[in-house]
């Protein structure tokens, strides 16, 4: 991926990781627009950082996404990088029973909600010449392709999917 000249969306792009990576992508002068459920910390972030524009968006919510995707396509045809890094990690107490609507949030946040995203973007991505989707992590499957405990960033070239 170049790390110029993009136009960028980040989910979650409000606080911890997603902000970090908002920032600097910014100041190497690329046009980052920051989503997520959080109204409050979206306008923080863009506040200290001029010129980052935000959207609130809930990734587990269907309807969200494709309200946001055909807006964000719309107002900003050059976008042609989709970082999924919004997330949710509940504590869980594993000596008693699982707690079903945590699990649902979780998979439904963590798992089909970058698939969603990704289905939302894809053929606008895949017009862009320097098209990128990328996801994050933070589980190993035994193949070492994940085997940094901390998260890993999944990175695909649109054009070759």
């Known amino acids: ?5 993009n136009t960028i969306l980040i989910t979650g792009g409000g606080s911890g990781i ?5 920032e600097a992508l910014h100041k190497l002068g690329n046009q980052v627009i920051i989503s997520g ?3 409050g910390h979206l306008d923080v972030t ?4 001029p010129g980052m524009k935000s959207v609130e968006l809930d990734v587990e919510n269907p309807a969200s996404i494709k309200a946001v995707a055909a807006r964000l396509i719309g107002e900003y045809p050059k ?3 989709l970082i999924n890094n919004a997330g949710v990690m509940h504590i869980d107490d594993v000596s008693v029973a699982v707690d079903e609507t945590m699990l649902v949030t979780t998979i439904t946040t963590n798992l089909m909600g970058p698939i969603r995203m990704t289905g939302a973007f894809i053929d606008h991505l895949k017009k862009k010449d320097r098209a990128v989707g990328a996801g994050f992590c933070s589980y190993d499957d ?3 392709v994940f085997d ?3 998260g890993d960033a999944l ?5 070759s999917v």
């Open 79 to 81: 976008l042609n990088v």
């Open 37 to 39: 459920r959080r109204k």
């Open 46 to 49: 863009t506040k200290a950082n």
């Open 142 to 144: 035994g193949s070492g």
């Open 155 to 159: 990175l695909f070239d649109v054009a």
């Open 1 to 5: 991926m170049k790390l110029t000249g």
């Open 18 to 22: 997603g902000r970090g990576l908002a």
């Open 148 to 150: 940094h405990k901390g």
